[in-house]
């Protein structure tokens, strides 16, 4: 959770939120603080791809699992607070949106900000994972041995 932690960790926490976020509704938030603030492109969106890695079992040795493409981008506000982000797919408005949630949240609109977008996110996020794990939790199945009082 973003939340009650500081510096790096937190950033990382609202990265990561920002990047799983569904493309329309980030941009539906974003949209509820105004008109967005002026940027320069530092690296303009791109896409590409990276290698993703797998271990047998969590602990074996790592192998290649395959491809999975990327968007990348960095952007300066006239603040002079960088935003970056890196999301799946090929969403360059999901990392410009990204992005500029990222520099964001290191200026002084932080609050606001966190209020209005990264909050909302984090909820609908935790309601999702609530709901998938109802889901799974209506399909356990209980064993139990019945003792027959027969020696």
Not at 120 to 128: N, S
């Amino acid at each position: 959770m973003v939340d009650g932690t500081t510096g790096i960790e937190a950033r990382k926490g609202w990265m990561g939120l920002l990047a799983r976020a569904r493309p329309a509704r980030l941009a539906e938030l974003l949209d509820t603080l105004g008109e967005r603030p002026a940027h320069a492109w530092l690296r303009a969106p791109e896409v590409g791809g990276v290698m993703v890695r797998g271990r047998m079992g969590g602990t074996g040795a790592p192998f290649n699992l395959g491809e999975m493409t990327v968007t990348r981008c960095s952007l300066r506000l006239d603040g002079g607070e960088v935003g970056h982000a890196h999301v799946q797919g090929r969403g360059k408005a999901h990392a410009r949106d990204a992005a500029m949630v990222d520099a964001l949240m290191q200026g002084s609109r932080a609050s606001q900000v966190r209020a209005a977008v990264i909050g909302p996110l984090e909820a609908e996020e935790d309601a999702r994972r609530q709901a998938r794990a109802a889901r799974a939790a209506s399909t356990k199945v209980d064993f139990f041995t019945m003792v027959r009082g027969e020696d």
